[in-house]
């Protein structure tokens, strides 16, 4: 008897779960004029990606957009927001790579121009709104849009 009573306790609890699931995707995926929309968030900017080899291990890579600068150590992409950009945009894509085990020599340095276009990634009619661009640092080709 006490297992056909912990077997209506583990029913009833994965019943009121999934009704509360339910009741969160339906509020929480609503918009103005009862669109439904999904919950991705998402920023303004630029996001640049390479492929693991690429570059040397423990490398030190250094992503200027516009004169704005982020920094980071043994990474696999970097991203760097904008949320003052407000619309489509040319920017001046710059990405350094250096190695620090050949005391901080220079691997990398591109640079090339880059346009931030509209993405609404929750779909139309459905915030946020961003302006965005994907780019891949190719070692023989430099910086890239990915296809």
Same mark, same amino acid.
């Given at each position: 008897? &006490?297992?056909?009573?912990?077997?209506?306790?583990?029913?009833?609890?994965?019943?009121?779960?999934?009704?509360?699931?339910?009741?969160?995707l339906a509020t929480g995926c609503q918009s103005q004029g009862g669109r439904v929309c999904t919950l991705i968030g998402a920023e303004s900017g630029v996001t640049v990606t390479?492929?693991?080899? #690429?570059?040397?291990?423990?490398?030190?890579?250094? $992503?200027? =957009?516009? &004169?704005?600068?982020?920094?980071?150590?043994?990474?696999?992409?970097?991203? $760097?927001?904008?949320?003052?950009?407000?619309?489509?945009?040319?920017?001046? =894509?710059?990405? =350094? =790579?250096?190695?620090?085990?050949?005391?901080?020599?220079?691997?990398?340095?591109? %640079?090339?121009?880059?346009? $931030?276009?509209?993405?609404?990634?929750?779909?139309?009619?459905? &915030?946020?709104?961003?302006? %965005?661009?994907?780019?891949?640092? #190719?070692?023989?080709? &430099?910086?890239? %849009?990915?296809?």
């Amino acid at each position: 008897m &006490g297992t056909h009573r912990n077997h209506r306790y583990v029913r009833a609890a994965v019943a009121v779960t999934a009704a509360a699931a339910a009741v969160l995707l339906a509020t929480g995926c609503q918009s103005q004029g009862g669109r439904v929309c999904t919950l991705i968030g998402a920023e303004s900017g630029v996001t640049v990606t390479w492929q693991p080899g #690429d570059f040397p291990a423990g490398a030190h890579y250094r $992503l200027c =957009v516009d &004169g704005t600068c982020q920094e980071r150590r043994d990474a696999a992409f970097l991203n $760097l927001d904008m949320p003052e950009v407000t619309g489509e945009k040319q920017v001046t =894509v710059r990405l =350094v =790579v250096t190695d620090p085990a050949a005391s901080h020599r220079t691997v990398y340095d591109r %640079s090339a121009p880059f346009t $931030l276009r509209r993405h609404a990634p929750n779909g139309e009619g459905c &915030g946020p709104v961003v302006w %965005s661009t994907g780019v891949r640092a #190719d070692p023989v080709r &430099g910086l890239v %849009s990915p296809v």
